[in-house]
């Protein structure tokens, strides 16, 4: 490793068919038709189709790749590949290797078994998977995988990249029409940016094959708070131990080799809990390698006897993990969109960009809510540690007061660079940013880009993008359609923005959105407040939000239909695999503990009265008895909860409609869990540990 990592530019992207390496392996004609499909989406001819795979097989090849999948993001949230080899016959017991244009540009995948909402009957198995040429060719192992789409026979979109692909062409048409108003002519291109945060946590292998609910659902469905956990708020930021440390290295080699810019990596607040961030890069491409991230550290882990842990809430009592979103516009020329420059109260464009987001943000705060619900990321959102179910924006004092001087017709007056002077004559002052950060906002604004700290840790953030992506898109057409019929445009331009913020401005909250009192201002204010997924995935089908999807050709009804009928049905599967499991490990597990502990106690009790018989002395057997009965009455109780959970998923399986499903489920069967839990994390308590089955919090969180 200390070899491969000693030249990490020439590491870096070294299994990626990059645009270098299709400039080295192509004909410059074929080169440069590749590039235009890539930069303005013409369509790539047959025969330059056959020149890039002949190219990419034998780069692929010369890298020790024996297999070719069409690699795609089907409704599952995970990826999905079948793999192909390269070797076809040729006679004479001979085989050849060969990859044609065919090949690359289309795949045939079996549809049925995908997550489709109805879109599909089992036996219409036929599907399509689709080469995308913006997000590069890359090699795992010994394959070549090539992003693509994935839609059914009839052409109904079964995956998630087509609609973020959609998404990302709504957004450049209308943002194009803004630029073009402030005279900017020569970007041909705006596309959105994303830099996604990924947290996660590392147990011992050992220990996360010792708990069955680890290996089914991904998170402890049992366990007593231990003694320490993050009160000390020691592990922040703390020093990475050695085996972490090894294991990150390996990361980073092996996601730099995939061109995936793995810039920063620190522990998180609770134990064993760490995060790794990218830079920006381009959102489909962000998307394919948060994907890929999220693979390769469950990989990487494996191979240093450690078990990664991706789900939003794996632990009880500590910390969840999420998955912060860092969205922003930017021209092929390099200019973000959202920067406010050294003067924003004068940087008009930047304002008109700054409040279609915010108009955005507030007209379409509901599917944006859609797009972080999942069984998961409900323990999360709402807790002191991630931002609530309610939608707000966050844009820190010297937006805000720009804004309020707009909107009021006073002259802003900027204070100028502020400093930081320690007092230490040794230490430099140091400039201050003009807006501090604010940790419990789910939509951020961080000096050039927001910053949507919703989404779940282990979630695809394709749908959180192109929600974004086509809400944004819709405002700016708006705007376009009032600004390109103004005489005076940029008086025109500047009501534009006044009038925006007075009638968004309540999605705007600067302050703590932890705090008890501000769901209540909120609901003051309009805003909405879904705290679980059954409350929130049904407004997909509001008409508006299909309206808006339809309107910019992201999604059919058809489409939308279905995908909230496969989000509702994932939650109700998820929370029923959970609750089964529970079950499984309260009754063959849990109860035969507790019960043979309380015969030791009972058996100890026993000889300890017979020994003070004998010898005619006093030996107090009030631990024992006392443990017993309280053994006796929670096992009495865990019992009985058992049968309540058992009753209730009897209940939710006889339910059809999956709305009405999924809202039982996370109303009676969800209470169910809770109850039981109780029980036995209490009986974790008093149980010995050599009868206890499973690791405890303490044996997870601090064992490695």
């Known amino acids: 490793m200390e070899e491969s990592m000693a030249n990490i530019p020439e590491l870096f992207g070294s299994n990626v068919f990059s645009d270098a390496v299709m400039r080295d392996k192509l004909p410059k004609d074929a080169y440069k038709a590749l590039r235009k499909t890539i930069t303005t989406g013409a369509k790539l001819n047959p025969d330059v189709a056959n020149a890039v795979a002949a190219a990419m097989k034998d780069w692929a090849i010369e890298k020790g790749a024996t297999h070719f999948t069409h690699w795609f993001q089907p409704m599952t949230g995970i990826t999905a590949e079948k793999h192909d080899s390269f070797i076809e016959p040729v006679g004479d017991g001979k085989v050849i290797m060969q990859f044609t244009g065919k090949n690359l540009i289309q795949g045939e995948p079996d549809a049925s078994s995908f997550p489709s909402g109805g879109l599909r009957a089992t036996f219409e198995a036929r599907g399509y998977t689709a080469w995308d040429p913006t997000s590069p060719a890359f090699i795992k192992e010994d394959t070549l995988c090539i992003p693509t789409a994935f839609a059914s026979y009839g ?29 900017n002519s020569d970007a041909k291109t705006v596309g959105t940016t994303v830099g996604p945060e990924q947290e996660y946590f590392l147990v011992n292998q050992s220990l996360f094959d010792q708990r069955p609910d680890l290996l089914l659902t991904g998170r402890t469905l049992f366990g007593a708070k231990p003694p320490k956990g993050q009160e000390l708020e020691d592990h922040y930021f703390g020093v990475i131990k050695t085996r972490v440390k090894e294991f990150m290295n390996e990361l980073d080699e092996e996601l730099w080799k995939l061109g995936i810019l793995s810039k920063t990596e620190h522990n998180e607040v609770a134990p064993a809990q760490h995060e790794i961030a990218p830079i920006f890069t381009t959102t489909n491409v962000a998307c394919d390698q948060n994907q890929l991230t999220m693979e390769l550290i469950k990989k990487v882990a494996a ?13 009880a009592g500590v910390n969840g993990s999420g998955k912060h979103n860092n969205w922003s516009m930017a021209t092929d020329l390099g200019e973000n969109l959202l920067e406010p420059g050294k003067t924003p109260a004068e940087n008009l464009q930047f304002l008109v960009f700054l409040t279609a987001v915010v108009k955005a943000v507030d007209v379409y705060a509901d599917l944006l809510r859609v797009s972080s619900a999942t069984a998961g990321n409900d323990h999360r959102l709402g807790a002191n540690e991630a931002p609530p179910a309610i939608i707000s924006m966050f844009l820190g004092s010297q937006l805000s007061e720009i804004l309020d001087k707009i909107e009021s017709g006073e002259l802003y007056s900027d204070p100028g660079k502020s400093w930081w002077d320690s007092g230490v004559a040794v230490l430099p002052p140091l400039p201050k940013d003009n807006t501090d950060r604010n940790r419990t906002s789910p939509f951020a604004f961080t000096g050039n880009k927001f910053e949507f700290r919703a989404v779940g840790s282990a979630q695809s953030i394709s749908c959180t993008n192109m929600v974004l992506n086509t809400a944004v898109a819709e405002i700016l057409g708006q ?3 009032v600004l390109e019929t103004a005489d005076d445009f940029k008086a025109v331009a500047s009501a534009l923005v006044k009038d925006t913020y007075t009638a968004h401005k309540r999605i705007i909250f600067n302050g703590n959105a932890y705090a008890s009192e501000w769901p209540v201002e909120a609901q003051a204010r309009g805003l909405s407040n879904y705290r679980s997924t059954p409350e929130a995935l049904p407004h997909y089908l509001d008409a508006a939000n299909v309206q808006l999807l339809r309107k910019h050709g992201v999604l059919s009804e058809v489409e939308v239909e279905s995908r909230t009928e496969v989000l509702l049905e994932n939650y109700a599967k998820v929370i029923i695999i959970e609750a089964q499991t529970m079950l499984q490990m309260a ?17 100890t009790a026993l000889k300890k009265r017979k020994l003070a018989g004998k010898a005619d002395i006093v030996i107090s057997t009030a631990y024992e008895e006392s443990a017993v009965a309280k053994i006796s009455a929670i096992s009495a109780s865990l019992y009985s909860n058992i049968d309540a959970l058992e009753t209730a998923l009897i209940e939710a399986r006889g339910i059809e409609d999956a709305e009405v499903a999924a809202k039982y489920i996370g109303d009676t069967v969800v209470e169910k869990m809770n109850d039981l839990r109780v029980d036995a994390d209490t009986l974790e308590t008093i149980v010995a540990k050599d009868y206890w089955p499973y690791p405890t919090y303490s044996d997870l969180l601090f064992g490695v």
Request: a negative charge; hydrophobic letters at 45%; charged letters at 25%.
């Open 155 to 183: 052409g109904e979109v079964l995956d998630k990249k087509t609609p973020l692909l959609r998404s990302m062409e709504a957004l450049n048409t209308q943002a194009l029409r803004i630029l073009r108003l402030f005279g």
């Open 303 to 315: 191979r240093h006897d450690l078990a990664a842990l991706l789900h939003e809430k794996p632990f």
């Open 479 to 481: 705007f376009a359609d």
């Open 587 to 603: 009754k063959v597990d849990i109860l035969p503990a507790a019960s043979a502990y309380s015969e030791t106690l009972a058996e």
